[in-house]
C-alpha cells in the first residue's frame, strides 16, 4: 500500500501524537482542527514536548496545518484519513459524512476512537465506503506506546487491512494487532478494568492518590504514572466518556 500523503482532523492529544510519528516516519501530514489557531498551536505543542515526540526537531514544517472549514481540500489528496476528534458520535458522524464526500476512491479513513464500537461509528457509511473504514487506535503518547490497534468492520477489504498494519508496522514501527469489534477492544477492555479496580480498592483503603500511585506503578512492573496519574495522562474527561461507553456495552453479569 503507498500511502504517501495523510490528513489528521482534530489535532488535540492525539492527533498531534500521530501526527508528529507520521512526520518521524518522513510521512507528509496535515492536520486539521475547528480554527487553524488551534492546529498551530498543537504544532508548537508537538515542537516543545518532553519527552519529545519528534525524532529530529526540525523536521516540525513537515506538518502543516489549517481548519476543516477553508483547507479541507486537502482531504483529496490524501490515501489516509485520520479522524481523531473528540470522543462524540455526532461530531464523528458528521466528520465522516464530509471526508466521504471529499476522498479519493480507495483511500483509506479511520478513526482513532478509544472505545466507541465500529458498528456504531459507521452506521451511517454505504456499504462502498465501509470497505474503507476502519479503527486505528494508537496509545498515548503516540511516539512511545509500542501498540496499535486496528479494528475492521465486516465489509473491509483484507488485503487492505493487511497492507495497512504491515504499513503501520514497518514504517511507524508500531505492534499492530487486527482486533475484534469488542468493548474496549483488547487494550481497554484489560488496562481500563485494571485501572477501575486498583482506584476501588485505593478508595476503599483510604489511600491517599500519592502512596495508591506508588503502589500501583514501578513496583508492580507498570508505568511509574501509577493509576491516578495515568487517568490524568490520558484525560480524566476522556476516561468518563470510555466508562459510559463500556457501562452501554458491557453486558450486565
Ligand atoms: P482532545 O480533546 O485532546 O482533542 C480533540 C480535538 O478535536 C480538539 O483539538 C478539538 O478542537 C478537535 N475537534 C473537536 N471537534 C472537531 C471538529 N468538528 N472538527 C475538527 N476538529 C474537532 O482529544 P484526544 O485525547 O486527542 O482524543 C481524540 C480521539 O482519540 C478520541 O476519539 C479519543 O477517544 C481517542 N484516544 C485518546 C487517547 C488519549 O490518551 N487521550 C488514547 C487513545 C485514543
Known amino acids: 500500500m503507498d500511502i504517501k500523503k495523510v490528513v489528521i482532523i482534530g489535532s488535540g ?12 516516519a518522513n510521512i507528509p501530514v496535515t492536520l486539521l482542527d475547528l480554527k487553524t ?8 505543542k508537538i515542537h516543545k514536548s518532553r519527552p519529545p515526540l519528534l525524532i529530529d526537531k526540525s523536521k516540525i514544517n513537515n506538518i502543516n496545518v489549517g481548519n476543516i472549514n477553508d483547507d479541507f481540500d486537502v ?4 490515501d489516509w484519513i485520520v479522524e481523531a476528534v473528540v470522543e462524540r458520535i455526532d461530531i464523528k458522524h458528521n466528520i465522516y459524512e464530509k471526508i466521504f464526500k471529499s476522498r479519493k476512491t480507495g483511500a483509506i479513513v479511520s478513526s482513532n476512537t478509544s472505545s466507541i464500537p465500529i458498528k456504531i461509528l459507521s452506521e451511517k457509511l454505504t456499504e462502498e465506503e465501509k470497505k474503507d473504514f476502519c479503527i486505528t487506535h494508537f496509545f498515548n503518547p503516540v511516539r512511545y506506546m509500542g501498540l496499535l490497534e486496528i479494528v475492521k468492520n465486516e465489509n473491509n477489504d483484507l488485503d ?6 504491515k504499513f503501520c508496522e514497518q514504517e511507524l ?14 487494550g481497554n477492555r484489560v488496562g481500563v ?22 503502589v500501583f506503578g514501578r513496583p508492580m512492573g507498570i508505568p511509574k504514572t501509577g493509576v491516578f496519574g495515568l487517568y490524568d495522562l490520558i484525560g480524566i474527561d476522556l476516561m468518563a466518556d470510555v466508562l459510559k461507553s463500556f457501562i452501554k456495552e458491557l453486558s450486565k453479569k
Open 13 to 24: 492529544t492525539m492527533g498531534s501524537g500521530i501526527a508528529a510519528h507520521l512526520c518521524n
Open 37 to 44: 489557531e488551534i492546529s498551530e498551536k498543537a504544532r508548537e
Open 75 to 78: 482531504v483529496k489528496d490524501a
Open 160 to 165: 487492505k487491512i493487511n497492507s495497512l498494519k
Open 173 to 186: 514501527g508500531k505492534g499492530a494487532i487486527v482486533c475484534n469489534d469488542t468493548p474496549g477492544f483488547l
Open 193 to 214: 478494568f485494571a485501572m477501575q479496580i486498583a482506584m476501588t480498592e485505593a478508595f476503599k483503603m483510604k489511600l491517599s492518590i500519592e502512596e495508591a500511585d506508588a
